[in-house]
């Protein structure tokens, strides 16, 4: 694992730029150029990263030689232009999640792979503590799954304010990948069937044409159940931006997972809130899930043995949404092709 | 409100000997003879309350001289035949709830009502003073409701040695009345589709012939969705022996009642529980949700003024139930027509 | 129990007005006149009872004929004058916690009251069903203590606004005396040495002369521990304007009340809030912990038998404050004698 | 950071193992030995590290050549031979906390240590995300400080199971160290008085001679009250094997940390448990605060710049617990004298 990797990370808003401060951190990678349109944020990137910033990852990869991997960290409707040509070009790609909105766009993004290029979907949840602790557990004790039950919920400051495209996605794409990829990854089982239901009242009135709230239930591959619920309804005042809490029902067992709880509660005169894990340790090194994710996956190019949410995991996802959107529409129970 | 009520009570079992114990408590009240055919039962009536004990309504009413009021407490799905004989012989009648578990039953007996007559159906945690804060809160502010999420499940402690019928229940029909009630009474709207999912391999292996678990997902009138989730599987190392959580998400404000946390937290060598609140307050009176039901009961057929859960809402519920039941049948959405 | 009972209240304050409300709803008692001498709490218990409003009991005795029980609601220091009238005319009188702040006028108080009549300090958390069910668990099994530890803190907003009088009080005289009571109630044992440390600097500094926090650590008379904790100096964003957190460790068990956590949470775009129980029962009655506490002491006069918190034990407890704030002065740890 | 680090462990404990797995993971060390005289802890080091394990360091220095650093993992009040030993050899050498247990002792290590040699106390809470996420709060804003107050308590399974020196220790020696380091390392403030008391009834009478619980109260330098509670008399039926609960009042804010919630609640039929974070990470590698003080212990030794507890903090903590246990001998309050 000695070889330096060249990434080059396509979206430079947030999540872009963690991407990009993980790379440079990182003592075994390099970042070698960030894609990006907007303004605001190309000043922002060429400031923190002092790296060539260009419109497209056509124009990077003319102007920077060499390149080995790509993050793509666009919004989530537009993985598939540069992930399709990072791929072509054999460079190994790690994808935000989801894959992608369309079932055609995941699985033009999966089968333009080729052999021997690494490929990954950020399922970041894979990397906090937590899921490992009660995946762990779970497979220790190996005991079949009745259901599972999670609410991964946003307050309306995310699409009103943190997202500009929040109109062109729902709280169902946004958000419920991560809980659908987890359920997935504790139990080993699939989605063969999913009923959703929406409420479209509050956003769609003020302009951003979305559902509030979804509800789904999916019947899994092993006969269990997962019902999700997800939002971008919440009041502002909730102590985190997001609520996530995850349970996990099987034969001999019960798990809650509170995500949002980070342990530590502040009160001041203006209210209560969780303080979230620090973004960096004693010595100043980033820290957290989505960093250790993406350390993982420079490793992974670099040789290291890891085990990662793969391309067609990330299909699997992607139809499964898909499907949860084709019942919202139909008010039917959707069989899942996959 | 000076007259005395004389009131018989149905069913011998826990909750059977919960309503006596209240009635020959209420100093407005006389308990005159209980039905009970098991002999166990029976032993145990005769010696708490000296009254007395025959196998049918019909047989204590040729027995028993004033009677003004009833209290039906026999099993889920036996609740027709007394409250048919009560209500006919113009007696005011308490039916634990479900009010009945077929459509065709909760309409015989909401028929069955003479006018003057006072019937209700003992949806008991609208005496719990959480839900009465929500509601409170809610009214005051008007808020229009998006969402409704409860998770209302028992140990496998109550299908296997509590009930000697849940073979002959389900967790929908068990545990999802209270729930929807709630929804119900919270909201003011009433559901009209349902959708249901469920699994069924633990108690049936066991020779309980039931499901383990149900998930359902009702539109309510207003536009709202209510997801009720349900099952008699959780283990029995569980704080509680049922674990309620109700959460209502509104365009303003977002609630939750954690209803099985007492605020007592007891740890000993063998494991944590919640202490629930005490049977009897410090002058030794009963107390508790179901106690002030049934004195509210009381009192409204001695003449007070209190609002009380309708037969009419009784009908609307079961038929709810029965929705339920026949979407875990067939896979499809149903629409309930009350 | 048949006898009305006619009460007077001293004092027209939040307290004054709260027991007055139950005086006049408690079919058994009539509420015959209140004092109070400031202009715009006169006005409000005025409006809200309709019955005489004078400056001082020596002033409503003269004017109402038939007084058979006071309650003493003035501030905590002004309990004397009143209470003395009241008991050397045989009338019985509660007191709201703590008896005194004077060792010599507990004692005179106690000493004042004659043969026959009813007294009682309001130690309210007595008719908190959570403490009730761990004295109920602790009596049953007999665990020998070996600590208690509670923390009761108001936020800045209780001196600074809700008491005119904070600054002739401390969060020790405020609030320590309803810990302490519990911590004797639940383990049947006195406080015997007290040491005291506390801070002194917001408050203080905003010209609210007072201790902003006190922590206290008694031994008690069965050799276990009792550490307590109170201040005026919590953030006025908590979800509660209390924070009351009350452990008892035993040879066999940890109990842990959250006394402030009522069971339901409300988040809107503005903070986090816990709802508290409604004020009001669903037929429009008053409900709470010092509500059934002013019940029980109509019904104590009226021959009903309850256990009250006597003006021996107020005596007590009054006796350990003082010591405390001793402690507070001298740094030294401090015998109680009682 | 390129020089290979040769470190021995003296102690083969779980701690000493803890730290022997951690060193050898490490790609910048070296396990080169380690010291237990034990039997069974012997085999056990052998089986696990395949290093020479010898009865002391001063044999095993005599049998490896290159040794630069040295890990003292011998019960609390056994570190001074071989912690002299290591510094007198000018090896850096890192202290398991307390640096020791009594003053003499403490100062004698910290009077030891050659200029250029680094030395720690492993106070490992400062590893813990949760504590570093207060601290950079507090810093952030600058809050003066009004009390601190934590309970760390363990059940009595660890001085009657885990610790085979239990007798020779007590919960303040054992639990408080890491407590009151967290007070000091969030304010910046040193303890300048202590009162203590304790209750020795359960484990003496079992046979194992120390206190069940003590109960500490510190002024700080600042003025601030510290109050501290330990016991090892929790019941076994706790959810987690110690309860680690701390709070921070400021002027402007309260904290609270929750340690030992990870996060993840478990619930089988034989009861609750709160499930810890993973030993390893999703590449195998060990993970935790204690691996993270190892790992940066290492790094120090090195050449990183890290900010590390050091001998002269290790001092003041032991002068303060010494003292501490005075105040229980002798019911006074103790002036620290540094």
Redesign the interface.
Known sequence: MTDRLHVAVVGGGIRGRMYGAVVQEHPGSTLVGVCETAPAASAAVAEQFAVPVRASLAELLEHVDAVDAVIVATPDFAHREAGELALSHGLHTLFEKPLATTVEDARALRDARPAGVHSMVGFEN??N??F???R??LHESGE?F??Q?A?LQDTHWVPREMLAWSSRSTPAWFLMPHSLDMAMWLSGSTPVEV?A???R??LAADGIDTW??V?A?F?MSD???V?L?S?W???????AVFDFRFEV?T?????????D????????????TY????EH???GRL?GAPV?MTR?FI?LCRG????VPSLDHGVTVTTAIEALHRSLAT???IRIDD
């Open positions: 894979r990397w503590p937590s490992q602790s009660v762990a557990a079949a009745l259901a039950r609410a009923f239901r929406g409420v009242t509050v509030d709230r509800s239930s019947v006969g269990s159940l019902t619920d939002g309804a919440l009041p502002t005042g909730r102590p029902e034969r001999a067992g019960h798990y809650l997972v509170d995500v709880r980070s342990g530590v509660t502040r009160v001041t005169d203006t209210g209560l303080l979230g894990p620090p340790d004693l010595r820290r250790e993982d490793d290291a043995d890891v085990d008010g039917q129970n």
